[in-house]
């Protein structure tokens, strides 16, 4: 049974206790939840009244999330005394980031660090529970529980404050001579977190009177500090400082609190896995790994999530207890389309510091634009995105209008070309516009070995596994199939040759994939002039803008591909690889070999050398 709740005009259902699962049976999975004490030794449980306010629909929040609040109240309420679960060292570190804190960016620059619930819920759960440990340096005794925090939340949410404030709190509020490493893949990133850190103590006139901070980083005792000794001044020898997995030399350091952030850009455990064995030391380490999802593939943050995963559902292999897992993400991907309401499962602070009209925006255009959608999902709702999604939506593809090539005889052109180095296919892509004429028409010519067309009839050619008739295309003038076993870069300088022999059309620049070019380049030069040819490097920052315009004339119906079957067909191949700053390229679509993409790399290679020479290009066709 679920009710329903209208918010911003859009009527959404409300999740009903009976859609969680207690891990515990001793708590009734109706009624027993709502009988929970938010009381702790006298004190009021914000963890407790946030799974109560998520447990009742008033929160939304992700099934995952809401794994790790039931682990927590069942440790906390049926336990068996395992745990401990006191406010003293929580509460306190809250009461120091309201009371000493200040924002120091806009919009709050200068106003206290209120914490929101699910902010003062999370810090509960690292300092609230407690675990007895009999292999301490001191003998044996109880100790904090959670020596490791994983931490995945969407873009904007004030991830970086939160923890830059948590890790302030705990130098203070913890023990002397707590060693502190904000690390991250590069020295940029690992900055963020030191310098939010750095500006919370700069803002505040109690923590700047008892600190200091040089290149080396921040340390307690301030030359202006009268008090020589206590936990205030230089007798404190404790740390912060930064590093990034370029720095190197990350052995042999004594750390106790480690913040390693943007954990998704990292390809491996090379960067984290010294800094984790440099806290197993500590008799209360506490190691933060913080971070979006990312765009890596099998990189060091999907093992993670792999891990994580299999310790909510009770198939970890490994103990986990000392590990607190999380993670606001999405149940799917398809109520992020229908349902404004599931937002906040990724986006805890939706509506104070990540705006609504923002996130709609970003909807919005991810709904409109298959190059940002991967990129938008992964950062803004902590969904992976793999190349095994479609770049393009069938409806755009397909594109009857023709054209004949001599319509152009005379005229002047952009060429792009994908080449290939062994029998692989190889297109070539012409560019034509025309004055007063938003349509590119676009001719593409495909290359292919004798040996793999075959016979133009068999299914299980190990040269042909992509299963294509490239006899009966070359019957109908789509492709060339070339009497070699490997497509030779003059055979397509040759085709180009012969295009401007037959039509007089005279190429203004032939872009070209750098990484195959061999002597492509000086056979262009030698027929066309010097100046005609022109690398395009194959990378996301090269191709990110011809490959978004592409897409964006392909959806407004402003590219003539002449109904090219090969071309449709490697449209539908294609997928787009997003970086770390939103930028993108066509790739395959994973998991076939004969996902081919050579027509479509060729003419967003053509666009790329298009947009270099564009107002010399309009000049010449007189546009």
């Known amino acids: 049974m679920t009710t329903t709740t209208t918010i911003n005009n859009t009527e959404a259902a409300t999740p009903t206790p009976a859609e969680w699962t207690l891990v515990n049976p001793d708590i009734d999975p109706l009624t027993g939840w709502q009988a929970l004490s ?32 039931e682990m927590l109240i069942q440790d906390i309420f049926c336990g068996g005394g395992k745990y401990r679960f006191t406010l003293d060292a929580a509460h306190r570190r809250i009461d120091f980031i309201e009371n000493e804190i200040k924002h120091f960016q806009a919009p709050f620059a200068g106003k206290p660090f209120i914490m929101a619930l699910c902010q003062k819920a999370f810090t509960e759960a690292i300092f609230g529970f407690y675990v007895y440990d009999t292999e301490l340096s001191y003998g044996e005794g109880w100790v904090r529980r959670f020596q490791e925090v994983l931490f995945l939340v969407a873009r904007k949410n004030g991830k970086t404050p939160l923890v830059g404030a948590l890790v302030l709190a705990e130098w203070f509020c913890g023990k002397m001579g707590q060693a502190v490493m904000c690390a991250s893949n590069d020295y940029a990133q690992a900055a963020l977190v030191f310098n939010a850190i750095n500006a919370f103590r700069e803002e505040s006139r109690t923590i700047s009177h008892v600190t200091r901070k040089n290149n080396k980083g921040i340390f307690f005792g301030n030359p202006k500090q009268r008090k020589k000794t206590g936990k205030f001044s230089k007798q404190n020898k404790g740390s912060i400082e930064l590093m990034s997995a370029k720095q190197g030399a990350k052995e042999g350091r004594n750390l106790t609190l480690v913040i390693a952030d943007e954990i998704h850009e990292m390809k491996d455990n090379s960067t984290v896995l010294p800094l984790i064995t440099s806290v197993s030391t500590q008799d209360e380490p506490l ?27 009770g198939e970890a292999e490994t103990d986990t207890s000392r590990w607190l897992i999380w993670l606001y993400t999405q149940d799917s991907e398809a109520e992020i389309w229908n349902d404004e309401r599931s937002w906040t499962k990724s986006n805890p602070m939706y509506g104070i510091a990540k705006k609504p009209s923002y996130l709609r925006k970003k909807v919005d255009t991810a709904r409109h634009s298959g190059a940002d959608r991967a990129f938008i999902l992964a950062k803004d709702f902590n969904i992976k995105q793999l190349a095994s999604n479609a770049w393009l939506e069938e409806k755009y593809i397909d594109c009857p209008a023709t ?25 070539c892509t012409f560019l034509f516009m025309r004055p007063n004429d938003p349509v590119k028409y676009l001719h593409t010519m495909y290359f292919v070995t004798a040996v793999k067309a075959g016979d133009g009839q068999s299914t299980d050619s190990p040269t042909n596994p992509e299963k294509k008739n490239y006899i009966e295309w070359a019957d109908a003038g789509l492709v060339r199939i070339v009497q070699d076993n490997v497509i030779d870069d003059t055979v397509v300088s040759d085709y180009i040759w012969d295009v401007f022999q ?88 994973n998991g076939y070999i004969g996902n081919k993409i050579d027509g479509t790399m060729s003419k967003v290679i053509a666009y790329a050398a298009l947009r270099e020479v564009k107002s010399a290009f309009m000049a010449k066709i007189g546009g």
């Open 287 to 313: 190691y933060f790994e913080i971070t979006t999802e990312g765009i890596v593939r099998d990189g060091y943050l999907d093992a993670r999530l792999s891990d994580a995963r299999k310790s909510l559902k």
């Open 502 to 589: 037959k039509h007089r059309i005279r190429p203004l620049t032939v872009g070209y994939d750098e990484w195959h070019a061999k002597d492509f380049a000086k056979q262009i030069a030698a027929k066309f002039g010097k100046e005609v040819p022109r690398k395009i490097r194959m990378t996301t920052d090269a191709l990110n803008v011809p490959t978004r315009n592409v897409e964006t004339d392909l959806r407004a119906r402003l590219i003539n591909y002449n109904n090219n079957d090969i071309c449709r067909w490697n449209f539908r191949n294609t997928a787009v690889r997003v970086d770390k700053n939103g930028f993108v390229m066509p790739c395959k679509i």
């Open 38 to 69: 938010d009381d702790i030794g006298g004190k009021h449980s914000f963890l407790i009244e946030y799974y109560k306010r998520c447990r009742s629909g008033e929160i939304i929040i992700g099934r995952e999330l809401k794994t790790t609040l």
């Open 403 to 427: 054209f004949d090539i001599a319509d152009f005889a005379g005229s002047w052109c952009i060429i792009g070309v994908d080449l290939a180095e062994t029998n692989d296919l190889c297109a």
